[in-house]
């Protein structure tokens, strides 16, 4: 088994689970790499940048692994150069085709496409838009074809959708630690109206070693463990902070000036996001929740920890330093 984007947390805990299946795992991440203790000791290591990888040297790598995984490339915090589009098609939509490609080559059966829930809404609401407005979304739709065309017949591809994953690293800070701050430090929450899915990364790293054993090839399965407003998560951590605080809802008059403003200031700075910020205001402001059953049906998943994951997140952010391995 081979985890491309494996050093990180969706890899580090798809590791573990696999381990705990009884595979072999390989993790191909960026150098320098994890610190002691923090994977188990029989997991194996190539630190290296797969994409600068000459085509002869990273079949080589791939070759002799039954199943591989992909959960590399950018998210939506990067802030590329304009036009963002460039910079999200290169490190998602290439890298995951040609990393498939190779795979399929080297005779890999089964693979996994860790990607984004954001697919699941290009899917059921058009017209929203979201691949045209978001050179992110557009970058995920865009990759997941790109890696199915890849496999050319050859490689089963099951792609996984993901929301908000909460849950923790040794050794890292979790992405949501400025939202906990600022939770932490303020008397009272302004946030938007709406809300949207979550889940545990425990159910993700499930869902990753199901989707191997019994997902069907081209099928995706949006994984989600809870469906939650922005109030009631705010809420939640306000209490898992030490004190529980009120959460006000910003109106819509005033979030979307505010979101033009984001906008220009990345202009005037010679970028874009990879989520517009005016189109993205009609996405926050939903309640972008997803019926968790067919995924969960689909791959035969067992409950999830959503709570213990949402606290560990919140104590890991809190820390002073990154918590180190146990």
């Not at 874009?272 to 189109?279: A, K, Q």
């Amino acid at each position: 088994m081979l985890i491309l984007g494996g050093t990180g947390f969706i890899g580090y805990h798809a590791t573990l689970e696999l381990l705990g299946r009884g595979q072999t795992v390989t993790c191909v991440g960026l150098p320098p790499g994890p610190g002691p203790g923090v994977f188990p000791a029989e997991t194996r290591f190539s630190l290296l940048d797969f994409d600068r990888l000459p085509d002869d040297k990273a079949l080589a790598l791939v070759s002799g692994h039954d199943a591989v995984v992909f959960c590399a490339g950018a998210d939506d915090r990067a802030l590329p150069r304009a036009p963002a589009v460039d910079f999200f098609r290169a490190r998602n939509v290439a890298a995951a085709g040609r990393f498939f490609g190779l795979a399929a080559r080297a005779g890999v059966k089964r693979g996994v496409l860790v990607g984004s829930y954001f697919t699941h809404f290009c899917r059921t609401r058009p017209e929203w838009q979201l691949a045209e407005s978001h050179p992110y979304i557009r970058s995920r739709v865009e990759q997941a074809d790109a890696a199915l065309a890849a496999c050319e017949g050859r490689l089963s591809l099951a792609i996984l959708e993901l929301p908000w994953v909460f849950g923790s690293m040794p050794g890292t800070r979790p992405l949501w630690t400025p939202l906990v701050r600022y939770v932490g430090r303020t008397p009272v929450l302004f946030f938007t109206r709406g809300g949207t899915a979550m889940t545990s990364v425990g159910l993700v790293a499930q869902a990753v070693a199901s989707a191997l054993e019994r997902g069907v090839h081209g099928a995706a399965y949006t994984i989600v463990e809870r469906n939650l407003t922005w109030a009631e998560l705010l809420g939640r951590i306000s209490e898992l902070t030490g004190r529980k605080k009120r959460v006000v809802a910003l109106p819509p008059g005033v979030v979307r000036p505010g979101a033009a403003l984001l906008r220009l200031s990345h202009r005037l700075k010679g970028r874009e996001s990879g989520l517009d910020p005016v189109e993205f205001v009609r996405f926050q402001l939903a309640e972008t929740f997803v019926d968790p059953q067919p995924a969960r049906a689909a791959l035969g998943l067992a409950a999830g920890d959503f709570d213990s994951a949402l606290a560990n997140a919140v104590r890991a952010a809190l820390a002073r330093k990154p918590v180190s391995p146990a």
